[in-house]
């Protein structure tokens, strides 16, 4: 057989290997209409006899396989256990094909987000910077993880000053780093950081998650500035507040901050605790900001 011939035969097993691929799944899915799609990828072999079973189509498969992903993470509830089949569904993509960032990105965004698996996260996105050397939001998404679940600042701080090295970094990340080295656990620190994931996160459930969680940083922020305009009304006035209203002034605020998710700070005169009507407890990670 020729050269041409032989190509010629490969080339068309190759396609008739990746619309075999694309109807079984489809029986999968005709025949377990029940099963939550999630669960499906546990058919998925390993990511290495996957890649030797493909004959070079690895990138096709990993297509095909991601388009599957993100209709599973579409769903409306992300169990623990959901978790761990997003987990080994982006393990096997980018065993497929390595150099696949979007995967790595959003893969560790929802294991975050729309599931709380932070180690899992973590080993997905360490393995995207060993085949993506270069790429800055693999270790600014490490950071973040660091630094909202983790709870670990000084770790956050070195991958965020790692990504601020990186071709094509924004200018921002260094300042982020430098902050984060020196004054981690402060509410305005967690809103700029959120406010910088919301903007650059395309998913809808996932910019919905983080948008939740920018409104709670914001309501300890507002929170904390309206203790220390209570304790700067007491050295004042030497009496408390009897109404928030009260902080309006010279010396204390220029304007009561707005609750963000749509109600009211409250005030209790006797104990001279303030809370928000649509929160039930206080966020405890963000410690009282140091003084100036």
Do not use: C
Not at 148 to 168: M, N, Q, T, V, W
Not at 263 to 291: F, I, N, W
């Amino acid at each position: 057989m020729s050269l041409a011939a032989r190509m010629s035969a490969l080339g068309a097993t190759g396609l008739l290997l990746v619309v075999g691929l694309h109807l079984l799944q489809v029986r999968i899915d005709a025949q377990r209409a029940v099963t939550p799609k999630l669960q499906r990828f546990m058919y998925l072999p390993q990511g290495e006899y996957l890649r030797g079973a493909v004959l070079g189509y690895e990138q096709v498969v990993a297509d095909l396989l991601w388009i599957q992903a993100i209709q599973a993470m579409g769903e409306r509830k992300v169990t623990e256990e959901a978790g761990h089949w997003i987990y080994r569904a982006l393990d096997v993509i980018t065993t497929l094909d390595p150099k696949f960032v979007r995967v790595y990105e959003a893969g560790g965004i929802a294991l975050v987000t729309l599931v709380v698996l932070a180690e899992e996260s973590n080993r997905i996105l360490e393995k995207g910077m060993k085949y993506n050397p270069d790429v800055w939001t693999l270790p600014y998404l490490l950071g973040f993880n660091y630094y909202f679940e983790l709870h670990d600042d000084a770790k956050a701080a070195d991958y965020i000053a790692r990504a601020s090295r990186l071709p094509g970094a924004p200018e921002y990340l260094a300042r982020l780093a430098t902050r984060l080295y020196v004054s981690a656990r402060e509410p305005q620190v967690a809103i700029d950081f959120l406010a910088r994931m919301y903007e650059q996160t395309s998913d809808e459930n996932i910019k919905h998650v983080l948008e939740q969680r920018l409104k709670e940083v914001v309501v300890e922020r507002d929170l904390q500035l309206l203790d220390e305009a209570i304790s700067r009304y007491r050295k004042l006035h030497k009496r408390v507040p009897e109404r928030l209203e009260d902080l309006v002034g010279p010396g204390l605020l220029r304007a009561l901050p707005r609750e963000p998710f749509g109600g009211h700070y409250l005030y209790d005169p006797q104990t001279q605790a303030v809370r928000s009507s649509e929160m039930k407890e206080r966020l405890q990670v963000y410690g009282k900001r140091r003084a100036q």
